[in-house]
């Protein structure tokens, strides 16, 4: 079963402060770091660390290079890439604090000159019960979702991050929901932040789909209309959760396709997440597969 990860590719530029800037404030960074990352980019990495047959399409700048190099080192494949004369490879300004989280400023870039053209084509190496895993940082979302349900694919959607955009979406059309609870709440229109009422909302409103809540320190929650699951959270040490959701999402999926059991994807995925935040970077901390099997958490 081949993993299509149609999705952004950025290029992080991550600063290390004491506090995030605040409005009409000028701070100093104790240093800078350039990594790749886009959330597209991170999870096809993660879904090929964790042992997918996994296929990134999106676009870059000239710039980007470095970008094909690391997803093809991880075992991506980046033939349905384009690279662009005319536009810079997207970006992402990131400060992260001494408690370890962060907060993002996108540019988008080649991810947002997506055409349909280029959809056209790289949908047709795809089959039906093939997967699509889509975020919300390129453009052409609603044609490329309608295409790949008409042709039978299986449609993952991570709503990340949220904005008016997602109105426009066929989100009846999507066979799995992997997302936290501001994004569930957003979804939903409610001011609503108990998981386990979100989860039972969202079967409601989509209820030929999976969800997959994920809830920070509270774990996670995976439920359908057969089941309902609840993940603990592993404890750790975090230094930068950039590319935590990321992780979990392409462990999650890597094990879905392959026919494991929810119980089983959540686990792997919540341990590999929690490798992630204990490493800095975003596609840098995502862990391997090997890594993950034979980890046991400290705390």
């Known amino acids: ?65 470095f970008l094909l190099r690391q997803l093809e080192e991880a075992g991506v494949n980046t033939e349905h890439v384009a690279v662009l004369d005319e536009i810079r490879t997207g970006n992402a300004i990131i400060q992260n604090d001494k408690d370890g989280d962060n907060c993002i400023i996108l540019y988008g870039g080649a991810n947002q000159a997506i055409t349909r053209e280029q959809a056209d084509q790289v949908l047709k190496s795809f089959d039906k019960g093939d997967y699509l895993l889509l975020q919300n940082e390129i453009n052409e979302l609603p044609y490329i979702m309608e295409k790949a349900h008409r042709k039978g694919m299986n449609v993952i959607l991570n709503p990340s991050p949220m904005d008016e955009k997602m109105k426009e979406l066929p989100l009846d059309d999507v066979d799995y929901f992997l997302l936290n609870e501001v994004e569930a709440g957003q979804i939903l229109n409610t001011g609503e932040t108990d998981g386990e009422i979100l989860a ?100």
């Open 1 to 65: 079963m081949k993993i299509l990860c149609f999705g952004s590719l950025n290029i992080d530029y991550t600063y290390k402060v004491e506090h995030f800037v605040q409005k009409g404030e000028t701070i100093s960074s104790q240093s800078l770091q350039v990594f790749s990352g886009g959330k597209g980019l991170n999870q096809s990495i993660a879904l090929a660390k964790a042992g997918a047959e996994v296929y990134h399409a999106g676009a870059v700048g000239t710039d980007g290079g």
């Open 200 to 299: 039972e909302r969202l079967l409601e409103r989509f209820p030929g789909a999976s969800i997959v809540l994920t809830l920070g320190s509270k774990g996670s929650i995976y439920a359908d209309r057969e089941q309902k699951i609840h993940q603990k959270a592993y404890r750790v040490r975090a230094v930068d959760t950039t590319a935590a959701g990321d992780t979990f999402t392409g462990y999650f999926i890597a094990e879905a396709a392959a026919g494991q059991t929810p119980e089983k994807a959540m686990d792997l995925a919540a341990r590999a997440s929690a490798i992630a935040v204990t490493r800095a970077g975003a596609a840098p901390s995502i862990p391997w597969r090997k890594e993950v099997e034979v980890w046991r958490p400290e705390m």
